[in-house]
């Protein structure tokens, strides 16, 4: 008996968890409606336009859209970025600048004016461009001194042409002393 008992038992679990899985399976329609999460209703309050702010300014990014850019666009950039920073000189508009006046073979390049843009934002501590700002004066600092090198070779080279012309002037006046000398033998 206790065996029956115990498959009665077993039996009648096993039916009500088949009838529990069924209800699961029943279709239920669901609501043509949803309702409204809090976060919907949040936003959708009248909220203040909060202005956006101007993207951060990327030096390599700015680079590499100055490297697509033809001559005539990099003098128009170079004109717009040089009145806005005189109206008011931002610090975005100070490194466009650095990096227009530094771009080469250009009418507009001058690194006088770099250098008086990058003067002491090489010692400012919190500046995230730092480190941008010390390379470019380290460069322009190179660059200096090729050009000083390159003037006095210059100018080494000029006199070493000079020399070699007043020897080869010395050497045709010698030639033409020994065919007017006569030959005594």
């Not at 000029?158 to 080869?168: A, G, I, P, S, V």
Request: glycine share 6%; net charge positive; with cysteine.
């Amino acid at each position: 008996m206790n065996r029956w008992f115990a498959l009665l038992l077993l039996g009648v679990t096993l039916l009500a968890l088949g009838g529990c899985a069924r209800v699961r399976l029943i279709p239920v329609e669901e609501p043509r409606w949803k309702a409204v999460p809090e976060e919907v209703v949040e936003s959708a309050e009248v909220q203040p336009k909060v202005e956006k702010p101007r993207p951060v300014f990327e030096p390599l990014t700015y680079l590499d859209i100055l490297r697509r850019m033809s001559d005539s666009q990099r003098a128009k950039e170079y004109d717009i970025v040089d009145k806005r920073f005189a109206r008011s000189s931002g610090e975005d508009d100070r490194w466009r600048l650095i990096f227009l006046s530094l771009w080469p073979d250009q009418p507009f390049s001058d690194q006088e004016r770099a250098r008086q843009l990058l003067a002491g934002r090489g010692a400012r501590a919190n500046d995230p461009r730092r480190g941008l700002a010390l390379v470019l004066e380290g460069v322009l600092v190179g660059d200096e001194e090729c050009a000083r090198k390159l003037a006095a070779e210059k100018t080494r080279a000029e006199t070493l042409h000079r020399q070699l012309e007043e020897l080869k002037k010395i050497e045709t006046i010698l030639g033409e002393r020994e065919k007017l000398r006569p030959t005594s033998r």
